[in-house]
């Protein structure tokens, strides 16, 4: 799971470029076409069949992607589930923390560190322990989110 807020201007993502041409692309006719469809649908369906939360997202804060076992386990109610701005639900994951000065202080870094990779222990107030990693995205070698 990776949360990330940030107050400068990030680059553009690599991630969703790369949606916006993989659906422009599969909507295309011919043999191209079908095997980039193919290729979403296997990685959706591999995102969706994981027994982990994944939340993906860009350097500003807008949410990528996320899976249907990361909104079961934060408790993401459906009007907060169909935003793609990452505020709302770091406001929601915070509510639930034992400590959401660390957590919070913990996503910082990460957004003043874009390269760092990170791993945490999350104890929520209802006695649940989720283990947080966060890796960033790369795009060409270069830190997209």
Do not use: C
């Not at 907060?80 to 400590?99: E, F, I, N, R, V």
């Amino acid at each position: 799971m990776q949360y990330r807020t940030q107050r400068r201007k990030p680059p553009p993502s690599g991630v969703l470029a790369a949606r916006e041409r993989s659906s422009r692309s599969a909507r295309q006719p011919g043999p191209g076409g079908e095997n980039l469809r193919l290729s979403l649908s296997l990685l959706q369906a591999t995102l969706e069949s994981t027994a982990d939360g994944i939340l993906a997202v860009a350097a500003r804060g807008k949410v990528l992607l996320k899976n249907r076992r990361f909104l079961e386990m934060w408790r993401i109610p459906g009007r907060l589930a169909a935003s793609s701005d990452g505020a709302p639900l770091l406001q929601h994951a915070t509510s639930h923390l034992k400590d959401p000065v660390t957590f919070l202080r913990n996503v910082d870094n990460l957004y003043l560190q874009p390269e760092a990779k990170s791993r945490d222990t999350l104890e929520l107030a209802d006695g649940r322990i989720f283990e947080r990693y966060s890796e960033p995205q790369r795009v060409r070698g270069k830190s997209v989110g």
